[in-house]
């Protein structure tokens, strides 16, 4: 079985999101062919897409799995939903208890209406480079660039560390 470094862009709004993460987190590595490598800090960071909105809370996790892409979307999806996410019912870049987004996999270029590798617009968002950047500052993910590059090039005004 190859496994792969996956990286996981985590956020949420609504309720006590840090309680939310660390049971997502614990969720996906208890999943067969999971496992949690590492997780950055968390960040508070001002909402996106639609401003009028309580700030942020977002980390990166890296993930070592056996999984193909759809598989490891799958086990994303469960475990929002496991959350309270119901993107039914959800207004786009809108609150929510917690987004999971496949952010990249080694090795992996997808381009599929389920899943797109590398994610199509994380370069343009520095609420997932900056913590990206802590956990993997030197992956250069292809066609894109190294993450620390990426995230030192974007506004990084209002995005702070959580101690």
């Known amino acids: 079985m190859t496994v792969r470094r996956a990286w996981v862009g985590l956020g949420g709004n609504v309720g006590d999101v840090s309680a939310c993460f660390t049971s997502a987190l614990a969720m996906l590595g208890a999943a067969n062919g999971v496992d949690v490598v590492r997780v950055s800090r968390r960040y508070r960071t001002p ?29 994303l999806q469960t475990t ?31 381009d599929t209406p389920a899943l797109q590798l590398p994610h199509p617009r994380f370069a343009e968002r520095a609420f997932v480079l900056v913590p990206w950047a802590e956990i993997a500052a030197e992956l250069d993910v292809p066609g894109v660039g190294r993450i620390t590059d990426l995230a030192l090039a974007l506004d990084r005004s209002g995005i702070e560390a959580i101690p």
């Open 47 to 75: 909402a996106w897409g639609v401003t009028e909105q309580a700030d942020f809370i977002n980390a990166v996790a890296e993930l070592a799995t056996t999984l193909p892409p759809l598989d490891v979307l799958a086990a």
């Open 80 to 110: 929002e939903r496991a959350h309270g996410r119901d993107r039914a019912r959800e207004q786009r870049w809108g609150p929510r208890t917690l987004d999971l987004d496949l952010l990249a996999m080694e090795g992996v270029h997808l």
